[in-house]
């Protein structure tokens, strides 16, 4: 009976040997999946007939914890080894591989490579090589810290869906020729950039648009486009100033967003609202977003022109449910309660008719910025008849909290409530 017990556990394990090495391939391709491309070549030594089973998997990703040898070296022996297309290419560098992704572009544009995630940590910015716009199977491209160089020849990505461009730089083309050069792009991501003149974003198919950057002027055609998040950032008052002169005879408002026809989301960040600000503010919005649901925006209670063009946007969405006002002071006078809602006496029936949602945010500690969120808060009680909830987010003052709860309200379901923050509302 000694013997026996032997040759059982060499039958179990006979048994499990045949049950890894005959797992079917999509179950493999699943396990590679998870698994980091050092394990996936590791599990060669399994059995035979997992020997080879990696060198096929449609994505490879390699993210640099090592010296940038050892993760030159394994990416050119993979790349070496693999057969098959490679579908999905993933790298997160340290520092710049700029000798070896020559060899690697051409390695992808050889091999249908569909998805392209490239993403530098350091301070010296990773160049690639024209041989990436060889690459004409892409659907999705996302770059932080790149140079990236066009060739002439470049004719556009025919079937590219998705590009996020994170502190990248151009070379040989501009954002709006890149842009209009992939006829089926829905989804634009473009974060701290610098644009010199009008960027121009002319793109039929876009759904989604995310603008983080510096420019001069922007046009936007984008018929089908459903969420804008819109941001523009100046750190120098000469830049301000050479933005300042664009604004002509008609609003930037009506000029820039009136082609939004199915807007349903819209993000104004920083000085945007300057931008919008731009030119005379209609008094009756000439153009109507009937679609626009949610709206974020920055509101500086000191300056006239951003307060009116904030409320132009609100004019401009009757069919408004959420909204999320970022109360800001730089100085000045008090504009809010005297010059601006004295105007809006005659479109408080129609104006957050549909209105069920507002956050204040409250990031400064100012006397006269309690006055403002007082005031639109009134405002926005009195006007809004479907109102639920109505947030104020970072504030402390029980005083004012008070007064907010005594205020009337048209809408006998509003609750005001006292939040620590907001991020999960509106932003996707």
């Not at 997992?50 to 790349?79: C, G, R």
């Not at 969405?317 to 800001?328: D, S, Y």
């Not at 907010?404 to 509302?425: F, Q, R, T």
Request: hydrophobic content about 40%.
């Amino acid at each position: 009976m000694g013997g026996l017990e032997p040759r059982q556990s060499r039958v179990k394990h006979n048994l499990h040997g045949d049950y890894i090495s005959d797992l079917p391939d999509d179950l493999k391709q699943e396990i590679f999946l998870k698994l980091p491309i050092k394990d996936v070549v590791r599990t060669s030594i399994l059995s035979s007939k997992w020997k080879d089973s990696w060198t096929s998997i449609p994505t490879l990703a390699f993210a640099q914890k090592s010296t940038d040898s050892k993760l030159i070296k394994l990416v050119d022996n993979v790349l070496m080894v693999h057969c098959g297309p490679i579908l999905n290419f993933k790298l997160f560098l340290k520092h710049p591989c700029n000798e070896a992704m020559g060899r690697w572009m051409l390695i992808l544009s050889r091999n249908g490579v569909r998805s392209f995630d490239l993403r530098c940590s350091g301070d010296e910015k990773c160049k690639i090589p024209s041989r990436f716009f060889s690459c004409v199977a892409l659907e999705w491209v996302l770059m932080s810290c790149c140079i990236i160089n066009a060739p002439r020849t470049f004719q556009g990505f025919k079937l590219l869906r998705m590009i996020g461009l994170e502190n990248c730089n151009l070379i040989g083309i501009s954002i709006g020729n890149l842009v209009s050069c992939c006829p089926l792009l829905e989804k634009l991501g473009l974060h701290k950039f610098i644009h010199q003149g009008c960027l121009h974003i002319l793109a039929p198919n876009l759904i989604q648009l995310y603008l983080y950057g510096e420019f001069h002027d922007i046009c936007i055609e984008t018929p089908k486009l459903t969420f804008g998040s819109i941001g523009l950032y100046s750190r120098n008052r000469d830049y301000k100033k050479s933005i300042a002169k664009k604004a002509g005879k008609e609003s930037n408002i009506t000029r820039v967003l009136g082609y939004l026809h199915n807007i349903q989301k819209l993000h104004v960040i920083e000085d945007f609202i300057d931008y919008l600000a731009m030119g005379p503010i209609p008094e009756n919005p000439p153009t109507i977003f009937y679609e626009l649901t949610e709206i974020d925006v920055p509101l500086c209670c000191s300056v006239q022109d951003k307060i009116a063009a904030a409320f132009c946007l609100f004019k401009s969405a009757p069919n408004l449910k959420k909204l999320r006002i970022e109360f800001l002071y730089y100085g000045g006078e008090d504009q809010l309660p005297a010059q601006i809602l004295s105007k809006l006496k005659a479109t408080e029936g129609c104006l957050f008719k549909c209105l069920e949602i507002v956050n204040i945010v409250h990031v400064q500690n100012n006397v006269l910025l309690a006055k403002w969120m007082l005031e639109f808060a009134k405002l926005v009680l009195n006007t809004a008849p479907v109102l639920q909830k109505l947030n104020i987010l970072n504030f402390e003052d029980a005083t004012l909290f008070t007064k907010l709860e005594c205020l009337p309200k048209l809408s006998k379901k509003a609750e005001i409530a006292s939040v620590k923050n907001d991020k999960d509302w509106l932003i996707m």
